[in-house]
């Protein structure tokens, strides 16, 4: 079974420019999450899908962050315009179900570089 | 303000001897806690929980007390082997939002 996947593993982008992560969830996971780890702090949640739903989006920054997961499936994030507080390693997971004894499994990350 | 606080952001621990991590939280609306471990250039991967109904959970050579009126989590790795040379997090959720608060992290090394 193909774990949680992302793309791309690592980017950077000058001040003021858009950058699109994309996520892939595990096969039947209705329940996707986004987090961000700026360097040396937390893991810090963003948001949570349930299918195409926008279940918890209380961690989400500002404005210059939008997520989708359009029919379901994969997801995006989109940072726009990208500020040099953006630059961290954005995970995401997924799980079957939204309850917390049922395991997150996280992709490997995006490593965002904002110059 | 941070809720899940792991204040030691390294260790160093010998081959076979026991390493322990710790934790500490603030929110006594937690009610159920994880540790992730972390290899480099990976994403975290799920190593053990606790419900608030326990105060221990075994799973080989991992352990996770927790002891509630502390506030107070910790791992226990017996005995200690080079691949567990990690960043370890811990997590914490409450049954209102299901929402995993991380902590920032400690840096296990364990020396051959």
């Known amino acids: 079974e193909a774990g949680v996947t992302q793309f791309p593993s690592h980017s950077v982008i000058e001040k003021g420019q858009t950058v699109t992560l994309r996520c892939d969830p595990i096969?039947?996971?209705?329940?996707l999450y986004w987090y961000r780890r700026v360097m040396g702090k937390e893991i810090k949640f963003l948001l949570h899908f349930v299918k195409e739903s926008k279940q918890d989006e209380s961690g989400m920054p500002n404005n210059r962050f939008l997520a989708e997961r359009t029919g379901g499936t994969y997801s995006t994030l989109k940072v726009q315009p990208a500020e040099l507080e953006d630059s961290g390693v954005y995970f995401c997971?997924?799980?079957?179900?939204?309850?917390?004894?049922?395991?997150?499994?996280f992709g490997p990350g995006t490593r965002l570089l904002v110059l | 303000d941070q809720q899940v606080k792991q204040n030691s952001p390294s260790l160093s621990v010998q081959e076979g001897r026991i390493s322990i991590l710790n934790c500490d939280y603030t929110?006594?609306?937690?009610?159920?806690f994880l540790w992730y471990k972390k290899y480099p250039a990976e994403g975290p991967t799920f190593l053990i929980s606790i419900s608030s109904i326990k105060d221990k959970n075994e799973d080989g050579r991992f352990t996770v007390f927790l002891n509630k009126s502390a506030k107070h989590l910790s791992l226990h790795i017996v005995p200690s082997q080079p691949g567990d040379s990690a960043v370890y997090f811990c997590?914490?959720?409450?049954?209102?939002?299901?929402?995993?608060?991380f902590g920032t992290g400690t840096r296990l090394k364990v020396l051959a």
């Open positions: 096969s039947g996971h209705d329940n």
């Open positions: 929110n006594s609306m937690f009610d159920y």
């Open positions: 997590a914490a959720s409450d049954s209102g939002t299901y929402k995993y608060i």
């Open positions: 997971a997924s799980s079957q179900e939204h309850n917390p004894w049922m395991t997150q499994y």
